[in-house]
């Protein structure tokens, strides 16, 4: 008699698409959403008329088959504004995601790991964090020239804490244990500590952080630019295409509720993304799931 084990080697699970979408429901819309976006801005440009064209005689426009979205009180395109707007949200929320990330994980793995520094680093991040942001960013634009440029470091400075407390309450939390301490009792270098241990165990809860920084970034850059503290007023964004229509909005409502509806729609889809990542990357969570 042949004896039966349960041994055999399961054969290899194929990659199913569909089955993908259905366990992760949110970050297939929300990605699927930001990437039409996304390519909306980066090719949108090249179809769309210009966005600084000024024809009085077209001005306050309803969209019609020749202008989508309508016109403003200039006859300038409001399409053409909406499109060209989108770049600039983009550009702001994700630079200040990627920096941001960079450098509060730089301080969050120095201060949760490194005790020498933590009372002294985590104090001034909580005094910039009791600084609002929005009022932070203003005066650092009014003591400069307007710009994108500015407009991100502008930014950049308040969302900072956010990503070292996270990072940092991790750290925490791994340094305590045991194969971290068996680690150093080894005599293992700090340098390398961190980087083939600590370094993995913060990237989770970091790509999910840096979603919702990203989504913060593109609300403070259109409040900046409403107020007339962003980018100048000649660069189409979001904000300022909001601003420039507010007196208009009882009879051409569409130059503010389309780029509003626009941003409104990036915000969702970065939280989406957000939510979903969390939901994927926290492991509690995803037992449940």
């Not at 989508?68 to 009180?73: A, E, P, V």
């Not at 600039?88 to 020498?116: P, Q």
């Not at 244990?177 to 150093?184: C, D, K, N, W």
């Not at 409403?226 to 409502?253: C, D, H, K, M, Y």
Request: hydrophobic share 50%; net charge positive; charged share 15%.
């Amino acid at each position: 008699m042949v004896a039966v084990t349960d041994d055999l080697p399961l054969p290899p699970r194929r990659f199913s698409l569909g089955a993908a979408i259905r366990r992760n429901p949110t970050i297939t819309f929300g990605a699927v959403l930001l990437t039409v976006l996304v390519l909306l801005a980066l090719f949108g440009p090249l179809f769309v008329g210009d966005p600084l064209k000024i024809a009085p005689v077209n001005r306050l426009r309803p969209p019609s088959e020749r202008w989508w979205f309508g016109t403003d009180q200039f006859g300038r395109d409001v399409f053409s504004r909406t499109i060209y707007g989108s770049r600039v949200s983009l550009i702001v929320g994700l630079s200040v995601a990627a920096i941001s990330s960079v450098l509060g994980l730089a301080l969050g793995l120095a201060c949760g790991y490194f005790r020498a520094m933590d009372g002294f680093v985590m104090r001034i991040m909580d005094g910039v964090m009791a600084i609002p942001s929005i009022l932070l960013a203003i005066a650092l634009i009014t003591l400069t020239r307007p710009g994108l440029g500015i407009v991100i470091v502008a930014i950049v400075i308040p969302e900072v804490p956010r990503i070292v407390r996270v990072v940092r309450a991790v750290v925490l939390s791994i340094r305590s244990q045991p194969y971290i301490e068996s680690a150093v009792a080894g005599g293992t270098r700090n340098i390398k500590l961190l980087w083939r241990h600590v370094l993995p165990n913060t990237l989770a809860p970091l790509i999910v952080q840096s979603t919702y920084v990203c989504a913060s970034a593109m609300l403070i850059e259109a409040g900046l630019s409403f107020l007339g503290a962003g980018v100048p007023p000649e660069v189409p964004s979001w904000g300022n295409i909001i601003a420039q229509g507010r007196t208009f909005f009882q009879i051409a409502p569409w130059s503010i509720l389309i780029p509003g509806a626009f941003l409104a729609t990036t915000v969702l889809a970065v939280n989406l993304l957000g939510d979903g990542l969390r939901d994927r990357l926290d492991p509690r969570l995803a037992r449940r799931l």
